[in-house]
C-alpha cells in the first residue's frame, strides 16, 4: 500500500513528470485508501490524506519533516 501510496502522490504533486499517470485515477486510489484503509494508515498520513495535504504526505513518506499548517498537525 505504501508504493501506491507513493506513486498516487507523485502523480498528483509532480504531473509532468509523471506524463503516464493518470491524474484521476491517482486521485481516486487515494481516496479509496482512505476510505478501505483508515485504520492501517498511520496517523500523520491518514490526516494528510484527508486534508488532501499530497505534498506534505510525500514529504513525511519520504523521510522529511513537513511544515504544520493550520490546523497544526
Same mark, same amino acid.
Given at each position: 500500500?505504501?508504493?501506491?501510496?507513493?506513486v498516487?502522490? $507523485?502523480?498528483?504533486v509532480s504531473? *509532468?513528470?509523471? $506524463?503516464?499517470t493518470d491524474? *484521476?485515477?491517482?486521485? =481516486?486510489?487515494?481516496?479509496?485508501? *482512505?476510505?478501505?484503509?483508515?485504520?492501517?494508515l &498511520?496517523?500523520?498520513? =491518514? &490526516?494528510?490524506l484527508q486534508? =488532501?495535504?499530497?505534498? $506534505?504526505a #510525500? #514529504?513525511? #513518506?519520504d523521510?522529511?519533516?513537513p511544515? $504544520?499548517? *493550520?490546523?497544526?498537525?
Amino acid at each position: 500500500m505504501k508504493d501506491e501510496i507513493r506513486v498516487s502522490l $507523485k502523480a498528483i504533486v509532480s504531473p *509532468v513528470e509523471n $506524463k503516464q499517470t493518470d491524474l *484521476v485515477e491517482a486521485l =481516486r486510489t487515494l481516496d479509496a485508501i *482512505v476510505s478501505n484503509h483508515s485504520g492501517d494508515l &498511520h496517523p500523520q498520513m =491518514r &490526516h494528510f490524506l484527508q486534508n =488532501r495535504s499530497y505534498e $506534505k504526505a #510525500l #514529504l513525511w #513518506l519520504d523521510g522529511g519533516e513537513p511544515e $504544520k499548517g *493550520v490546523c497544526q498537525k
